[in-house]
């Protein structure tokens, strides 16, 4: 009898031994399963982090760049490559090999001297004009040790430019005015002292000082005009537009400065309606002819004509058969100021502002400006309006 127990007791010990150990190593396995997912899940989370760290520092409209505590780059973002015009993995190169930029690779060692810079500006050598602002500083760690350096760039070639224009403009503006005003005071002096009492002097000269004060009146009133259009304060009263009576009410007006210089008006143009502001589209027509007088071939001929495109907008042009305007001065003729001959603009009495004008109410209309001219064979100046009904 206890030898048959002892045998049932042995086997139920083995039994309970084979299903202990069936049961561990199903929970062994259950929780090698538990571990592997939650080590999935943190790499999938770790990942996800990586992946949405680096959309938000491509959204940047700033360049960054990161470097480790080697000085090499350990991120830069998309705003960064497309300011150094860069396509290239930038990850574990140092600034010298990846941009070959001297000037930055000392702002490096200045921000691992001084902690920080802020607003320093750097111009890159390699682009025309690029002006970028940087702002920089050291990272460390909780024992204050340095673990790398953050470098923010943003783009300062716009502002710069800007702040170029407003330099010339004001120099411009003083220019134009100082000039007339120099006359005008010159020979109110040269009265003062005598000369109004000869009755023929005092009359020559108050006519140069009434033609003096009428292009300081026409300068004023373009400075108003361009400054209105630039700020959108203009407004525009848009009707439909019969354009040949237009060409020739301002041929009528313009007919003595032709006249002067033997200069032939054709009005080519066919019976068009553009939806524009009359009185804009009068004064882009009346700067262009008048242009085209003054610059123009003595005894020559000024053709203004057009045509419906494609496209379905009114193309018009004004031509000349004058000197031509070289090319490297086509792109340049509608900014304020500019002149092509600056002593033969200034003596015909033109502001400088009549084609900047000129563009900004063609485009305030959704058109198009442009000019072609070869030299010795004259010029024409095209420009697009909106068709109206009729």
Partial sequence: MWP?????????LVGLHFWWRAKFNAQKNQRVAELETFQRRQQQVSLDAKAQQQVLFNSMLEGLLLLDRNRKIYLANRAFKNLFGLKIELRGKTIMEALRVHELDELVKRVEAEGQVFEHELKLPEFSERWLQVNAAVISNAAGEREGMILVFHDLTRLKQLER???????????ELRTPLSLIKGYVETL???ARNNPEVAERFLQIIERN?????????????????????MKLELQSVELRPLVEKVFNDLHSRAENRGIKLVNELPAMTANADVNRVDQVLANLVDNAIKYGRAQGTVTVGGEKTDAGKLE?????DGPGIPPEALDRVFERFYRVDKARSRDQGGTGLGLSIVKHIVQSHG????????????????????????
Avoid: C
């Fill in 213 to 233: 004060t009428n292009r300081l009146d026409l300068l004023i009133q373009d400075l108003l005009a361009i400054s209105a259009l630039e700020s959108g304060k």
């Fill in 192 to 194: 003062l002292d005598g």
């Fill in 316 to 320: 018009i042009f004004v031509r000349d």
């Fill in 367 to 390: 058109g198009e400006v442009w000019a072609k001219s070869e030299l010795g064979k004259g010029t024409t100046f095209y420009f697009t309006l909106p068709a109206g009904h009729g």
């Fill in 165 to 175: 224009q407003r330099e010339e403009f004001v120099a411009n503006v003083s220019h």
């Fill in 4 to 12: 048959f127990l002892t045998i049932i007791a042995i086997a139920a």
